[in-house]
Structures are given as structure tokens and as C-alpha cells.
């Protein structure tokens, strides 16, 4: 059971250049959230899929856009990569009910030069 | 606004000996709280929740955490660590029933255990 899969793992892009970070869960769950993490600042919520068709803007959603291509796929796209995204990239996924946790993958480093 | 506070950043334990990791957070009514634990280059896993009932909840790994509402804390707790307890930390809040698109993470508190 491969749980939540992201690729790259690591990544370096020049400042201005774009890419999209993958996500895909196989273990059907409606939800999906793409968060970041920076030293000292916990992760913080980028966008989230509540449901196959539907995005909505989390807490630093600027510079970035986000796809649910599927239920299993939800990718993040930086249109134009700045340094202050250099970050560490996690998507989660969660099933229905309260009680549903969420399961993270392994993150994607990503340095902007 | 919600809100976590993590005071500690950094805490050694000597293995063998107990844990306690705090978390404080800020929050109107009783919400959803939960404890992850982070090992280096890998994803967050949960390690216990908390949404209503007992107030001492028990989780994986041999972790537990207890629900002070008059404290506003639910800190974790471990009797003897282990040199595998070595990672970071992160409490979470989140209103119920509003699922997890408003879960607010503390900013961690790294743990390291001497031999």
C-alpha cells in the first residue's frame, strides 16, 4: 500500500522558471491539501480539494494554482518561481468522517535560486 | 483565530527517561486536536487526536496526551523514550466539524534523546 506518492523528491529551479509538483493517493479519499513547510514555521495549508472538482485557497495560496485531474491526483503548479517559495512541499489526503486522519507523503525539497 | 503555541523548540531527554512535550492553542469553543510526529525526510504521521470523551487519549508508539480545556493544553507525553523517538513534533488544532481545511499546525518542537 503506497499511501500518498510525490514526485520529485528534490528539485532546484532558477528564479522565474515553472513546475508542477505530483501528488497521487490510492487509497480513495475524497479530500486532498497541498501544505509548506519552513524552519520554524510549522506547515501551512497552500490549497485543498475537498472533493474531485473542487479547489479552494488555503492560508498562502499566492504565486501558486492547483489541478485535481482525478480523485487519486492532485498536482501544484508555481507559474514562476520566486525564492521566497523555496520550501518543503507535502501533500495529504484524508477520507470522509471526523475521525479520518490525515496521511501524509514524503514531501518534495524544493530550492529556488 | 486559532492558534498553536509549541514552546519548546528544542528538548533533550536521556533514553530511558520520561517525555513531555507541550502544546498550548487558542481556540473559542472545544475543538479537534491532534499530535504528529515528523522523522527526518519523511511526511508527518499521526500519533494520537483527541474530539471529545476521555480526555486522556492514548496513541501509537506508546504516546498519550491529555485535554486540559481550563489549561487550553493537550500535551504529550511518553513514560521511557526511546532512542527512536528522535524527530519532530507538531500539535494541531482544528474546529469541529469543519473538516481539515482549517487545522492550524504549532511550529514543532525537535526532540533528541542522548544515550
Known amino acids: 500500500n503506497a499511501g500518498v506518492t510525490q514526485t520529485p523528491k528534490f528539485q532546484v529551479l532558477k528564479t522565474g522558471q515553472s513546475m508542477t509538483l505530483q501528488c497521487a493517493q490510492d487509497m480513495n479519499h475524497n479530500s486532498m491539501y497541498w501544505y509548506r513547510q519552513d524552519p520554524g514555521m510549522g506547515l501551512r495549508l497552500i490549497y485543498y480539494s475537498a472533493s474531485e472538482g473542487t479547489t479552494d485557497k488555503g492560508e498562502v495560496p499566492n504565486g501558486y494554482n492547483v489541478s485535481r485531474l482525478n480523485k487519486r491526483e492532485f498536482s501544484l503548479r508555481l507559474e514562476s518561481a520566486a525564492p521566497s517559495q523555496t520550501s518543503v512541499y507535502f501533500c495529504?489526503?484524508?477520507?470522509?468522517?471526523?475521525?479520518?486522519?490525515?496521511?501524509f507523503g514524503n514531501g518534495t525539497r524544493l530550492t529556488v535560486t | 483565530a486559532q492558534s498553536v503555541t509549541q514552546p519548546d523548540i528544542h528538548i533533550t531527554v536521556s533514553e530511558g527517561a520520561s517525555l513531555e512535550l507541550r502544546c498550548n492553542y487558542s481556540y473559542g469553543a472545544t475543538p479537534y486536536l491532534f499530535w504528529y510526529v515528523q522523522s527526518p525526510g519523511q511526511g508527518l504521521q499521526l500519533l494520537l487526536k483527541?474530539?471529545?470523551?476521555?480526555?486522556l487519549v492514548q496513541g501509537i508508539k506508546g504516546f498519550e496526551a491529555e485535554f486540559k480545556r481550563s489549561q487550553s493544553s493537550f500535551n504529550l507525553r511518553k513514560p521511557s523514550v526511546h532512542w527512536s523517538d528522535a524527530a519532530e513534533y507538531f500539535c494541531?488544532?482544528?474546529?469541529?466539524?469543519?473538516?481539515?481545511?482549517?487545522?492550524?499546525f504549532g511550529k514543532g518542537t525537535m526532540l533528541l534523546v542522548s544515550p
Open positions: 494541531a488544532v482544528g474546529p469541529q466539524n469543519s473538516g481539515y481545511s482549517t487545522l492550524t
Open positions: 483527541y474530539f471529545s470523551g476521555d480526555t
Open positions: 495529504a489526503s484524508r477520507g470522509t468522517g471526523p475521525n479520518s486522519p490525515l496521511h
